[in-house]
């Protein structure tokens, strides 16, 4: 699978000081991430005062660049790969979205990985209506990827991680509030529910199935 990766998640995982674990993982299953070039400005690899804005904490930061230095940058390659995405008229999908969809659509076993369920939704509705084929992409969300770190990691680091960093995001705050190693089953249970809730909304779209993708919750 070509992984390609939003901004938000490769945030959203830094700053849980996740994002090299899930680096290794996917690499170790024989995937490949692309990102989008914005990443580096939109971080402030360069950019201390931004990178401050984004970042809680210097390591976090430092997840990123060397990431970076991993991963290959997401490049729509054709024309009319472009022409397509740029008929594309959608506020709930910005440049970046935009960018990962064309090299989705020109990819044979793409993976598209995003934190903003909007922008999922926005997908489901170009592909509903046939503006869009997608059907041969695998959709993984922010969830998707906690799943996947509890299934490979150490479960109490992962929950150690993540707890200390509440603020992150609002969905993954609620589904880990109070976990333990005791009580991961409702943590995976938690995540589930909004992945499952986001595949009712979007029957035009194939999600994630992680016995599919080389690992298995047990």
Do not use: W
Request: overall charge negative.
């Amino acid at each position: 699978m070509f992984l390609y990766v939003d901004n938000d998640v490769v945030i959203k995982l830094a700053e849980y000081e996740l994002l090299l674990s899930l680096y290794d993982i996917v690499t170790m299953l024989g995937h490949n991430i692309h990102v989008l070039e914005s990443l580096p400005y939109v971080v402030g690899v360069n950019n201390p005062d931004r990178a401050n804005k984004i970042f809680t904490s210097a390591s976090s930061l430092e997840q990123v660049r060397q990431f970076l230095s991993m991963v290959q940058p997401a490049r729509i390659m054709r024309a009319s790969t472009l022409q397509i995405i740029n008929s594309i008229d959608e506020p709930n999908l910005d440049e970046g979205e935009l960018t990962l969809i064309g090299c989705a659509i020109e990819s044979a076993e793409p993976g598209f990985c995003s934190g903003d369920k909007r922008a999922i939704r926005a997908v489901n509705k170009l592909v509903s209506t046939q503006t869009l084929t997608f059907h041969h992409c695998i959709i993984i969300i922010l969830e998707h990827t906690l799943k996947i770190l509890i299934n490979a990691m150490d479960i109490g680091d992962v929950f150690e991680r993540i707890l200390r960093k509440p603020d992150v995001d609002k969905a993954v705050k609620l589904c880990f509030q109070g976990a333990t190693t005791d009580t991961v089953v409702h943590v995976i249970s938690a995540l589930e529910s909004y992945i499952n809730d986001l595949k009712k909304k979007c029957p035009s779209l194939t999600f994630l199935e992680l016995d599919s993708f080389g690992c298995r919750y047990n």
